[in-house]
């Protein structure tokens, strides 16, 4: 065998000598096998031998006819060696082509395409074994221009045309993650063959890879379009669009359960027959949105939840409530439907999700505390066949949004007292006035009826007697500043409790979630954890906190929180305020960190005292429920300057955001990890690395961009360097730039 797929090798000893001869005679069998059994004359092989720069000799037949003699006694050391003769004003090399890499190459290659409609794993043999011939670059010991053009021809047409052959038998085969794997490196070297792009989006939408297969179409044809290749766009697009209009209509996905998810109904449910009226002919006027506006602590919740209740014969296909303050309402309603999204799922796919899974459906869904408008937007556009009730603090303004409003004001005082009579039965015998003492808030009246039924008031008179009547409407606080009814009722009701339970009412306001575990509310107290639980009993005795619907979880209202922190801020010395947020933190980094190494392992330290989950499942059922509040813990933590804090809590809460796919929210996460990182003075690189990939993962590239160069100038130990700059040729290579990416 005489090779010229590589160096200029021949077949001896049992394998290939490419160090038989010195460069120039290589070059001169090399061009003869090229042009083998044909003659080559000596002015053709001077252009393909003798380099550019440096001038033939006057008598360049007796230099070749040197070269060749040597080439000759060289080639009679094979056991069958063919015929080199001087023909004319030329060289002819006598050879059977099957004995030359290249010619056998070509054979290969005929037989398999004469194969490829009946015998798809027989070309995948006869490719591979052609393909197995190339040792490297052809004509390797040749820089002439014609060996250089032949070259280019022949990686273009045939080497490539034979990688592509091989590919199409894969896809015939049903090898759709072999012939993609072998296309991804294919078109690292030659991004911008049309072929190999075309084969790529194909098998992207033959493995059924739909969200893959956009993202690529749309990279490379963008970057078409940027390099002026008009024609190729264009071809592409063509090709995109067929193949999306070939794929099969997918089975509309059907709901595997009929929700029934609003919380416990009220016991005792008083007055808003006027709302519930309205809310009755809301649904007979078949509106889609209603909006309870009102201010905070009035009843808007306990009104939606109550006449959901009410009106649940009237939505066969069931009913949701959405806490708004928690992580995705798309993911929660899927799950309520029995159609928990996978996490590989991107978010226009869970939305694509829901809108499929609702179509036509009469469903109820309360949205309950809403801060963003945008969010009942985007959910009315893919339920326009769902009922919406929306309750926020705010007046929510819904342009574009066809919403009736239904305000929700503060109680009469004859409804005041029959609320009170109610929850504190046989303890109020004059109710004039407690509309005005409690601002008509049903949630101030459940205080005020903790405080008749489970607190130091044995009588509604003892809190009356000790209040100016002729001041009822406007009373005056301790330090003489006017604040409203309902700021007396929580004041008069936080001065009755014992020093203990006033002091962990107030902490628990560092505490940003409505509803927290024992745990934290340890932590905030900084006691033993049943001290802490006797004062929670008695908090919950007193209404001012309540048992929420999930075990060892308590839950305050925003109005509750809300006079905790002025009572925070005006109560609590600075020192004990900043230990308790510090033990609080301490508390999460704990949690988070045990939950990351269960749920995506990783080499770092766990705390001893961190909660032990039981599996993967609870702990990422705990990352769920308690996202919103992480997220919030780290922001706390970084507006208070507890850095090291931060970063902890950080680290670990991006991990699961992004083990989770919430890609945007991790950058967010990550940035602060860096910043606390910069202001402790601690090594920035691993914080920097992962900020950029983060960015990266989100989109981002120029910001990743930015990140990892950044990196890549600090000192680095040998794995963070590999990282930064594999990703850094990643970039390269989205960018089109092939060469910087090969570099790096």
Known sequence: MLGILGTTALLLDGGPDDSWGKPRERAVLATLLVHANEVVPVEELARWVWPADKPVSLQPRQIFDTY???????????????????????????????????HLFRELLVEARTLTAEDPRRVVDLVEGALWLWRGLPLADLATEPALAWRDRVLHEEWLGAHTMRVRALFDLGQYEEALAALDELLTDFPNDEQLVHLTLTGLYRRHRLAEAT????????????????????????????????QPAPAVPQPTLVPRGMPVEIPDFVGRRTELAALDNAVASRAGVVVLDGPGGVGKTALAVHWAHRARNRFADGDVFVDMRGGSAVDDILAAVGQPPERTLTRRQRERLLSLLTAGRRMLVVLD???????????????????????????????????????????????????????????????????????????LLEVLAGQLTGGRLTHLDELTARMD????????????????????????????LAAPERRLFRLLALHPGTDLTLESACACDGRTPSETLASLAHLMAVRLVQPSDVLDRFGRHEVLRDFATRCLDRDEAEESRRAAHVRLLDQYIASTTRAARVVCPG??????????????????????????????????????????????????????????????????????????????????????????????????????????????????????????????????????????????
């Open 369 to 443: 505390d809403v801060r963003d408008p945008a969010q009942v937007r985007r959910l009315v556009e893919l339920m326009p066949s769902c009922f919406l009730v929306v309750t926020g603090r705010q007046r929510l303004s819904l342009p574009g949004v066809s919403a009736r409003r239904i305000t929700v004001p503060p109680m009469s005082d004859d409804c005041a007292g029959a609320f009170l009579s109610v929850r504190a039965p046989g303890r109020v015998r004059d109710s004039s006035g407690l509309g005005a003492l409690c601002g008509g808030l049903p949630l």
């Open 603 to 744: 080499p770092e330290p766990v705390h001893d005292d961190a909660p032990r989950f039981a599996d993967a499942d609870e702990a990422v059922a705990w990352f769920t429920r308690e996202r919103s509040v992480l997220s919030a813990m780290v922001r706390q933590a970084f507006d208070a300057e507890c850095h090291v804090q931060t970063w902890l809590l950080a680290d670990s809460l991006a991990r699961l955001l992004e083990w989770s796919g919430h890609a945007a929210e991790s950058t967010e996460i990550r940035t602060f990890a860096f910043e606390a990182v910069r202001a402790v003075g601690a090594d920035e690189a691993p914080a920097l690395h992962n900020l950029g990939v983060a960015h990266m993962t989100a989109g981002n590239h120029d910001a990743a961009r930015r990140c990892l160069e950044s990196a890549f100038d600090m000192p680095l130990d040998d794995h963070l360097h590999v990282s930064v700059v594999d990703r850094l040729g990643r970039l390269a290579a989205l960018r089109g730039d092939t060469a910087e990416a090969l570099a790096l």
């Open 469 to 496: 009547r002729r001041r009822r409407l406007a009373v005056v606080g301790e330090h003489g500043e006017r604040t409203s009814p309902g700021e007396s009722c929580l004041t008069w009701a936080y001065h009755s």
């Open 68 to 102: 060749v003699a040597r080439v000759r006694r060289t080639l009679a050391r094979l056991p069958a060696p063919p015929a080199l003769r001087a023909e004319g004003d030329g060289y002819r090399l006598v050879v059977e082509p099957a004995r030359v890499d290249i």
């Open 215 to 246: 993202k690529f179409f749309l990279r490379v044809w963008h970057r078409l379009r940027a390099e002026g290749n008009g024609r190729a766009a264009r071809q592409l697009r063509r090709h995109h669009l067929a193949l999306a209009a070939a």
